[in-house]
């Protein structure tokens, strides 16, 4: 089966590949009929294959994927695909002939960041340079082989020059050079973790010239519950230096994990999930465990509102006074700027979400819709922390940090 993002792209740019490629590799192409989007085919071994062309326009077309059963599937540019995602898994689905061939998929295409695709094939930060030469294996099964535009020997002249100078520096290293970078279909695309994240050291002292500690937290059970504390210094900037994160733990037990930072940081305020009013008033007016009393201080309802809380992280992400200040991770005389947040690198969780939470995927048959897919239990944590201290102490016409 090949899957394309629509029947148009199948004939305009799929087929005449075909056509022209296939020939060379000892594949005779016997028929084609276009109204039923079959292509049969003779090997070199004799063998008469049918393969079947699907597209992933949308959700009606994606359905014809199914009841198929298949050897092989090429899907060409799922990044494209309005319903990409469902696309890939239903033709994972129908990988299950019984020719004895190994059963394989392929999937090309420019790389749209860390999106659905990435994650599939457990992609979580950029390729490694021998993506670009040997290809890298990045999980069991998974095999990526990237390719730059410069390669291709039928360049007009001035072509790439051109492209380079039209798309700037970090689209063309997606579309020209095939990197996987963090921008496109990322909640945060301006978060990169050499940027944001530092030593723990270097983190400690950070926050230790912070003046307005606080936290956020996350409730959970089945999904983990969170924890992210740090504070604030006097040009607004955040330091992050902990964070706790784990399943099937109590309201009560990460109370006490709460209280522990609290006496052990100075942590002076909590910025609750509201979808537990229980465990909220557990932590502010007192509950037992294992026979001791506990109380948490400066426990806080969590602003909830979306967007504005993404909003809000966005700008603390940015970088300031490039060419006047040095980064606290870099060394002394590289006026790369200061990050408004930063993360000591202790917080696996937290870092790990920042890159993977994306944007819901397009489903043309349905309205848009606030929010995001992945894991986002410390990133909520910090979404709740960062939107009440902005609307607290800055003024609603100020959208930058004091340098």
């Known amino acids: ?232 210094d006097s040009n607004g900037w955040k330091t992050y230096i902990g964070e706790w994160y784990h399943k099937r733990k109590t309201g009560e037990e990460q109370g006490v994990a709460a209280l522990t930072a609290s006496q052990n940081y100075g942590i002076t305020k909590w910025c609750c999930d509201t979808e537990n009013p229980e465990t909220i008033n557990k932590w502010r007016y007192g509950f037992e465990l294992n026979g001791k009393r506990y109380k948490v201080p400066g426990v806080k309802d969590a602003i909830k509102r979306w967007q504005p809380g993404v909003d809000a992280v966005r700008i603390q992400l940015g970088i300031h006074g490039v060419g006047k200040l040095d980064h606290p991770g870099h060394p002394p005389g590289n006026k790369l700027g200061r990050p408004g947040l930063l993360l000591s690198e202790k917080m696996v969780n937290t870092i790990e979400e920042f890159q993977s939470y994306r944007e819901i995927e397009i489903d043309p048959d349905k309205p848009p819709r606030e929010g995001a897919v992945g894991e986002c239990h410390a990133l909520d944590s910090v979404r709740y922390d960062v939107i009440d201290y902005h609307l607290k102490y800055r003024p609603k016409d100020v959208h930058e940090p004091r340098l």
């Open 1 to 232: 089966m090949i899957v394309v993002p629509d029947y148009s792209s199948f004939e305009d740019i799929t087929r005449p590949l075909l056509n022209r490629f296939w020939p060379d590799a000892g594949w005779d192409i016997r028929t084609s009929r276009s109204a039923g989007r079959i292509i049969e085919v003779m090997s070199k071994k004799g063998t008469l294959s049918t393969i079947y062309v699907r597209s992933a326009s949308d959700n009606r077309n994606v359905e014809r994927i199914q009841g198929l059963t298949i050897d092989w599937a090429w899907i060409d540019e799922p990044s494209r695909m309005k319903v990409g995602q469902k696309a890939f898994n239903y033709t994972l689905g129908r990988m299950r002939g019984t020719s004895g061939e190994k059963r394989t998929l392929f999937v090309t295409g420019s790389p749209r960041g860390f999106n659905w695709l990435a994650t599939a094939w457990g992609i979580k930060e950029e390729l490694p340079p021998h993506a670009w030469q040997s290809g890298v294996d990045t999980q069991p099964d998974y095999y990526v082989r990237a390719a730059r535009t410069a390669w291709n020997t039928e360049n007009p002249p001035d072509y790439l020059e051109s492209l380079i100078e039209a798309y700037g520096e970090e689209y063309a290293r997606q579309e020209l050079q095939g990197a996987i970078i963090s921008s496109e279909g990322r909640i945060y695309p301006t978060f990169y973790k050499s940027v944001h994240t530092i030593d723990h050291a270097k983190a400690m002292r950070l926050f230790s010239h912070t003046h307005n500690r606080s936290g956020g937290a996350d409730f959970g059970w089945t999904n983990p519950a969170a924890l992210v504390w740090g504070g604030w």
